[in-house]
């Protein structure tokens, strides 16, 4: 009785023990998009960009009555409602918005340039439109929304469809039953207000640019469709494709891949969940893509009735040793880092493909760069591809940034789902190298658990690339001058270790011992100078000596800088802060900055500093040895 007892006790145990151990491991599967429609650009469907309604709500009545009950008639802002015929039908009907005769705007773009009272504004803004499409009967509609800073929430014809947290990565919601022959309206919640939970938390060095920053669309596709196809270049030198279809007929269906200029042809038949792995070797005349060639191909994806097109190019990136291999060849990343705002006085975060082409042509063609880091967030998929078409190596991050809430699950949760949002959009583009998961976050057991998941995630959503974080350092003086080192517990965990560093702007280090600062070596892996910077208003320059904010003192920071990183033997890249002067709430002097951090290379309006010369001179020294 007594054994049987324990044999009991002990079948418990281990059930109990296994049941823990499963919900540890899916708690260590990264979360994937339900739906992640590959080059939703391409799709048969309406883009909604251009003119929409707008209506302020600081205190989110369209959301809840004041005592926390449900938005009652008259506040939903949702609602399919032509007001003013309502309250004429009914003169005792109450209606405290009407979203036909509030202001209208184009979007995209940020609620900065709606009206000057909205410069600061954190909070709801409600916007609508009306569409009309045809509905043809086996087709499924989807509404897709690139960006929308910070929640949004999504209503079509009144139903709520769906919400989404994050202000830099896509949601794509479907409305097939939603959808109505001819006419409908569209409603968009966005709520720009962040917490000490949500990521990025509120304080931040760039302008919070509330709105729907990126394009909304309206997508068609068969009632099976292929939702996502990624196409590369393995390290063992094979095409591989990975295909998910989506719909009533994904299961055992037969998947073609064409890439027509290599005369390749994949093919293969999904699993029951409509997964599909296809593989051949890369052909010999296959031309590999790099900053100096390139080259893209056509790729189309063929399932049933639907037929998905893309263009990629193929590269392979991996570390050996201390060196980054492009291609099995070592690179040096010569670079800069680039917030996502356009050239102008009144930037409101439309970064269209003019706009990305201005700021990316002065890092290839200005500068003698190959390299850009993205920062601090998932940049739109119009600068990636731009970036792929140009040749531009790019370092793509989440805004994992600053003091996140490292020991809440909820916060951990979302920056997981914008780890997955960011690659599932972006697996397809040759530019990118380089995935980022944090940036000058302070060192705790709880940081290090909530980054080294995040680490996880990536490696096992693409394990192509290469992972990297911008870490913070430690510098003492050894006597013969001062050290730096990197003491981050995070770095073992990192193919390339990426590293902030302003000596002679902050801190107390003279300009001119800047370049004698050392770095040891002895991590056995790469390192990038993620940034590196001084402000300078453009063109306020002063006779010797130079001060802070002039020119002279930035283009000498520069010099002694680049000094310093030549004599460090394994540092492979940088990416100096910044291309651009952005917006940055936090700096506000009233002669320098006015709003504007003016650590960029060119003005707002796109005016060269000194400093941009005598970065695009060492960059082109360097590339005249490199020979890329």
Known sequence: MIAAIIRAGVTLLAALAFSLAATAEQMRLPTSPDIVMTNPASRDGLDLSGSWAWSVDPYRDGLAGFHGSEAGKGH???????????????????YEYDMRRVPRTTLPGSWTGHAPKLRHYEGLIWYSREFSHAVTPGKRYFIRVEAANYLSRVYLNGVFVGSHEGGFTPATYEVTDQMK????????????????????????DWETYGGITREVRLIEVPETYVDEAWVRLTRDGKIAATVQLNGSAKARAAVRVEVPDLKLVLTGTS????????????????????????????????????TLAERIGFRTVEVRGEDILLNGKPIYLRGISMHEEELGTDPVRAMSEGAARALLSEIKYGLNGNFVRLAHYPHSETTLRLAD???????????????????????????????????HRDRNRASIVLWSVANETPVSDARNHFLETLIGDVRALDGTRLVTAALLTNQSDQGDGAEARIDDPLAEHLDVMAVNTYNGWYGGMPLADVHALKWPGGYGKPMIFSE??????????????????????????????????????????????????????????????????????????????EAFGVLAAHYAGMKAKSGD
Do not use: C
């Open 181 to 204: 022959d001819g006419a409908n309206a569209i409603t968009i919640g966005v709520d720009s207000q962040r917490s000490p939970e949500t990521v990025p938390p509120p304080v931040t």
């Open 271 to 306: 699993d029951g969940g409509g997964l599909a792995e296809l593989s051949a070797k890369a052909p010999r005349k296959l031309q590999k893509w790099s900053p100096g060639n390139p080259k893209l191909y056509d790729v189309t994806v063929i399932a049933g009735e639907d």
């Open 76 to 94: 939903r802002r949702y609602d399919v409602e032509d007001v003013d015929a309502a309250t004429r039908a009914d003169p005792a009907a109450l």
């Open 532 to 609: 590196f910077g001084a402000g300078a208003l453009a063109g306020f320059h002063e006779d010797e000596p130079a001060r802070k904010f002039t020119e002279d003192y930035q283009a000498e920071y520069y010099r002694q800088t680049l000094a310093m990183s030549d004599n460090v033997p394994f540092l492979r890249g940088m990416s100096p802060w910044i291309l651009k002067d952005f917006r940055s709430p936090r700096r506000q002097h009233p002669v320098y900055q006015q709003g504007w951090n003016r650590k960029g290379l060119i003005s707002e309006t796109g005016r060269r500093k």
């Open 389 to 423: 078409e140009m040749g531009l190596l790019v370092w793509s991050e989440v805004p994992v940034y600053w003091l996140i809430d490292w020991e809440n699950a909820e916060t951990l949760a979302a920056a997981r789902s914008m780890v997955a949002e960011n690659i």
